[in-house]
Each structure stands twice: as structure tokens, then as C-alpha cells.
């Protein structure tokens, strides 16, 4: 299970969708959640970086998990069919929730993987229970991944595996919307 998490989060930071200690990851396991420890760059986690909380919050062992779990917690709590997700910051979905743009699945590649299409929450403070419950509201309409405002991205699925591949079809659309409007020049200022 932990080689899975450790691979992926190499992945993603290869990728360039993380940077230092940006992003976490989570496992659902029954009623506990394993997550990334606070202060731990994802990118160098050992299988000892992730810590087993229960669903009610308690904390398993001295490691501090990471300020988003309240952002996990809500989600697993209200959708049983997510056993995992993924918080990355991929630079064209962040830049894209920045100038906020409308993020419609427009390459195939996307519209496969995202099929509910993509939910948005403005700027809310990181680690706080409004970010918490405003990603929660939009997990529970049904999107499975979620823009947060010059924060990056949320994606859920039944697998690990499920949420990497939203997350990167999510990044590749936001490149390519991004670089569509730079080619009809909708960015460019005007002289």
C-alpha cells in the first residue's frame, strides 16, 4: 500500500505538481486515514512520514499530521466511495484559479477522466475547517476534483491510482487552456 503512496509522490514531484512541503496525500483504510506528517516534503516521505488518524480526529503516534487533514477528514466522512486523495499545486490549474478562468474538460483525456466536470472554491485560509467544508460541498455535488484558489488542486477517487490520473489529466487540460489563450492572445495586454 505505502509503495504506491511513495511512488506518486515522487511522480509528482517530477511532474512538477509540488514543490518543498506543498501537497499531501491520504489512504482511507476502514475507519482510519493514513497522512502525510506536517513539515515533511512529499517528494522525500518514507513510509514512517505517514501517520494513521481515525476518523474522529485522533491522532495515532507523536508525528503531527499535516494542517490540511480536516480537507481529508470532511471528504471521507462524506463520501464513501473515496479511499483516497490527492493535494497537489500544479502551476497552469493554479495559475488558471488565479485569473479565474471557467475550467471546462475540453481535451479527451480530461472529459474521460473527469466526467462531473471540476469544482471550484475561492481563496480560503490552508488547514482552515471553512477550506475544509467549502471542498467537502463540492465533493459531495459529485465533482471529483476541486481548484482552490492560488492553492492548486483536490482529487479524490476509489483508488490511489484513480486520483493521480484525475489530477494529471486535470494539469495537462489547465496547460492547454492556458496556452489556448495565450494563442489568441486573451492574456496579452494591450499597448
Known amino acids: 500500500m505505502m509503495k504506491e503512496v511513495i511512488f506518486i509522490a515522487r511522480y509528482l514531484d517530477r511532474l512538477g505538481y509540488i514543490a518543498g512541503r506543498e501537497g499531501n496525500i491520504s489512504l482511507r483504510r476502514g475507519e482510519l486515514v493514513y497522512i502525510k506528517a506536517s513539515g515533511v516534503y512529499l517528494a522525500e516521505a518514507t ?15 507523536k508525528k503531527r499530521p499535516s494542517i490540511e487533514l480536516p480537507m481529508h477528514l470532511t471528504i471521507y466522512k462524506s463520501r464513501n466511495d473515496v479511499s483516497a486523495i490527492i493535494h497537489s499545486h500544479p502551476p497552469y490549474v493554479t495559475a488558471l484559479s488565479l485569473l479565474e478562468e ?3 474538460p475540453k481535451t479527451e483525456e480530461a472529459k474521460l477522466y473527469l466526467k462531473k466536470g471540476v469544482g471550484f472554491v475561492g481563496s480560503l485560509e490552508p488547514g482552515s475547517m471553512d477550506l475544509a467544508k467549502a471542498v467537502e460541498w463540492q465533493v459531495r455535488k459529485g465533482y471529483d476534483v476541486v ?37 489568441k492572445g486573451k492574456w496579452l495586454r494591450q499597448a
Open 47 to 61: 513510509e514512517k512520514d505517514f501517520i494513521k488518524v481515525g476518523l474522529d480526529g485522533k491522532v495515532y503516534g
Open 102 to 104: 471557467d475550467f471546462e
Open 147 to 183: 481548484v482552490l484558489k492560488g492553492h492548486g488542486l483536490l482529487a479524490v477517487g476509489s483508488t490511489l491510482r484513480e486520483a493521480f490520473e484525475r489530477t494529471i489529466a486535470t494539469e495537462r487540460c489547465a496547460t492547454v487552456l492556458f496556452l489556448t489563450g495565450l494563442a
